[in-house]
């Protein structure tokens, strides 16, 4: 299942172009903005954009009666589906689907199927045919999101995986997966929706991040990187967003927004801000980060295994270990008192971001998925 796919008889869709049927599988219905859902869109628009065509298939177990009555009221109120995701732009001709068990996919007419979580991989492979190229999509080390033995199976499995980042393919190594069989393919940036903000000089002095209630995403270091930085210096100011209702613990000085649109993020958030803090305890990559730097917001982060892969300590952002809220707070201080230090770091964080454009990152997707080379991305560091 890990051959090129069949393309006898697909049409073509340029000079030497084929459209292929290609169906990516999600675990869940993201209603509120997700990492992981929004490459997966990106991808699919892409892709279709490009001729082919194109399912993301969610696969969601039925929820009780209250929630079910909740949701039609909701689905019917606001037109189905597709526009109950509002958080981010979607192809006109992707199609979504959703059912309540992968026993329900129907999956026997694509010729690419992506399973995009450690979860929906055995089903997808219980589903379809050996004419049919299975490409397991894999943005984070999933033994820590899942039992560590069951993930670990379910990476042996036989098929090709495409990785997000150099680092997540070395732990996919690691595993026991052979080197061939994982392609990198990093994760972009939608440039025209973060584009340059004002120079640093001109924004006030206000601090912003990503406030997941989840525990990898380090909620509790950021609080106590507000608290610290705000014992020296009272006149910083504080703003977050996050996918859902204000999370526990975050201190009450922070302006909390939720289910931020895609384009909003860059006027509200990062062009508003003298840094961006990253206090995740590990990513697969860390796009919010990426995203700052495009728009030429200086970034303190953690080392957290995806930031990493594109950030340079003291060159094109501030990396400090991951939990070490002191040593957070201290760069972050470092910024919004050295005017040019962060002035230099925002310049060449703007290059490194503005050097990963979503749609090259698609083309290599692509390549990928079809079973070609593919290029490499010479915006790693």
């Excluded at 073509?12 to 459209?19: E, I, Q």
């Excluded at 001709?93 to 992968?102: K, Q």
């Excluded at 030429?296 to 957290?304: A, D, I, L, Q, Y």
Aim: charged share 25%; net charge positive.
């Amino acid at each position: 299942m890990g051959q090129r796919p069949d393309l006898a008889g697909r049409r073509r869709r340029g000079a030497g172009d084929l459209s292929v049927r290609i169906d990516m599988v999600l675990g869940t219905f993201p209603r509120t903005p997700s990492g992981g859902a929004l490459v997966v869109y990106q991808y699919a628009s892409a892709l279709a954009a490009r001729g082919h065509e194109v399912r993301v298939w969610h696969v969601e177990p039925r929820p009780s009666a209250l929630e079910a009555g909740r949701r039609l009221v909701r689905n019917v109120a606001s037109g189905g589906l597709r526009s109950r995701i509002r958080w981010t732009r979607l192809h006109p001709e992707v199609r979504l689907e959703r059912v309540r068990s992968a026993a329900d996919l129907d999956l026997v007419d694509a010729d690419v199927v992506v399973p995009t979580f450690w979860t929906t991989v055995r089903p997808t492979l219980g589903r379809v045919s050996a004419r049919q190229r299975v490409v397991h999509f894999v943005q984070a080390d999933e033994t820590t999101l899942g039992p560590p033995d069951e993930v670990e199976a379910i990476y042996h499995l036989p098929c090709p995986k495409i990785a997000v980042a150099p680092r997540l393919r070395d732990r996919l190594v690691a595993f026991g997966v052979a080197p061939g069989d994982v392609s990198i393919v990093t994760n972009g940036v939608d440039l025209p929706l973060f584009p340059p903000g004002p120079a640093t000089a001109q924004r006030p002095r206000r601090v912003t991040f990503l406030a997941g209630d989840v525990p990898v995403k380090g909620l509790e270091v950021a609080a106590d990187v507000v608290r610290r930085v705000g014992e020296c210096r009272a006149d910083v100011r504080w703003s977050a967003f996050g996918p859902g209702r204000r999370p526990r613990g975050l201190p009450a000085c922070v302006e909390y927004t939720r289910s931020v649109p895609q384009d909003r993020l860059a006027p509200d958030f990062y062009h508003r801000a003298a840094v961006f803090l990253c206090t995740s305890h590990a990513e697969g990559w860390g796009l919010p980060a990426l995203e700052a730097m495009a728009c030429g917001t200086p970034v303190v982060s953690t080392r957290n295994g995806g930031v990493d892969n594109f950030a340079v300590d003291g060159d094109t952002a501030l990396l400090r270990p991951a939990g070490d809220a002191a040593a957070l707070a201290d760069a972050v201080l470092e910024l919004l008192d050295d005017p040019d230090r962060a002035a230099a770091i925002a310049s060449r964080a703007l290059v490194v971001g503005r050097a990963h454009a979503v749609h090259e990152s698609a083309g290599r997707f692509e390549a990928a998925l079809l079973g070609s080379p593919v290029p490499d991305h010479e915006g790693l560091r």
